[in-house]
């Protein structure tokens, strides 16, 4: 299990490689832009995605998160985009490896939990939860769609395309305002620990935060495959943990169709699954 200081530093390199990655990408693909001899739209395009993606590695928090893990991948894109058009092989082949260097280390778990905390108050530790498959594969395609219709947008701009470009740059913004709830979610899923005790702050699977003062909960372990504790991870896959409680608690999951006002259930164990759970566990044990 890594050590406090092992995570912080780890999460540091983390840190700036997905910022130094980032700068490169933004430097190479615009310096490989050079014999395109590009128009404004695409020109304007990308140093408004340079910039935006600075501010989102740069500035710590859960939006900040959201807009850093929605706005990185589009720098190998952009890459490739520019390695296509017959934009310079080697610059934009270093932009390409940038970008996904950046990129992968904005997505790790890591930096997640990382940017998560930067917005935590007092003495709280904020440990983001696994996303479920059922979720974050709707997510992640309508992020691509996005990606597609933005990229065929700029594209058809600069071949004076312009019917063709408004129609995809709205379709693009359409797709993006419809997705940034949805991906903002995903930043948004924590388990927390404060000195009073534990807390469940899930908008997607819970209607309401659920909180559990320190003499409620008994214990938080590993989970067995068996348990018939409340499964509040999603679902997600792999490993969750186990709080148990001293006593039967009432959280409200999240509402749907059949349930507009949400459901509660009752429960003296719920499984969590943090993207780490070595790491929540530990400070759950720590000294407190």
């Known amino acids: 299990m890594r050590s406090p200081s092992f995570l912080s530093r780890f999460q540091s390199v983390l840190s700036w490689l997905a910022r130094v990655g980032w700068v490169v990408t933004a430097v190479a693909v615009s310096q490989a832009m050079n014999p395109l001899d590009s128009g404004i739209t695409a020109t304007l395009t990308l140093w408004i995605l340079w910039v935006v993606g600075a501010v989102a590695v740069f500035v710590g ?3 900040m998160l959201t ?8 720098g190998p894109v952009a890459a490739t985009a520019v390695l296509i058009a017959g934009g310079d092989v080697a ?18 778990a890591e930096l997640g939990q990382r940017w998560v905390q930067f917005a935590a108050y007092g003495s709280e530790q904020r440990f983001p939860l696994r996303p479920p498959l059922g979720f974050v594969i709707p997510a992640v395609f309508l992020w691509m769609l996005m990606a597609a219709f933005g990229t065929s947008a700029v594209i058809a701009a600069e071949r004076a395309q312009w019917v063709a470009a408004v129609a995809l740059g709205v379709g693009a913004i359409a797709l993006g305002a419809l997705g940034s709830t949805r991906w903002h979610r995903l930043s948004c899923r924590w388990l927390v620990f404060v000195p009073a005790g534990v807390v469940i702050h899930d908008p997607l699977v819970l209607l309401e935060t659920a909180m559990w003062r320190s003499h409620v909960v008994s214990g938080i372990e ?3 495959a068996a348990t018939e504790a409340a499964d509040l991870t999603g679902p997600a896959t792999g490993p969750a943990l186990e709080i148990s409680l001293r006593s039967s608690e009432t959280v409200i999951m999240s509402a749907g169709r059949s349930v507009p ?13 943090p993207s780490r759970p070595g790491a929540a566990l530990a400070q759950f044990r720590a000294p407190r």
């Open 91 to 108: 610059l934009s082949t270093l932009g390409l490896v940038a970008g996904v260097i950046a990129a992968f280390a904005m997505l790790s």
């Open 67 to 74: 807009l850093a893990r929605t706005t990185l991948p589009l």
């Open 61 to 63: 928090s859960p939006l």
């Open 222 to 224: 590993l989970a067995a």
């Open 261 to 273: 006002e949400g459901r509660a259930i009752h429960l003296t164990a719920a499984l969590v699954a």
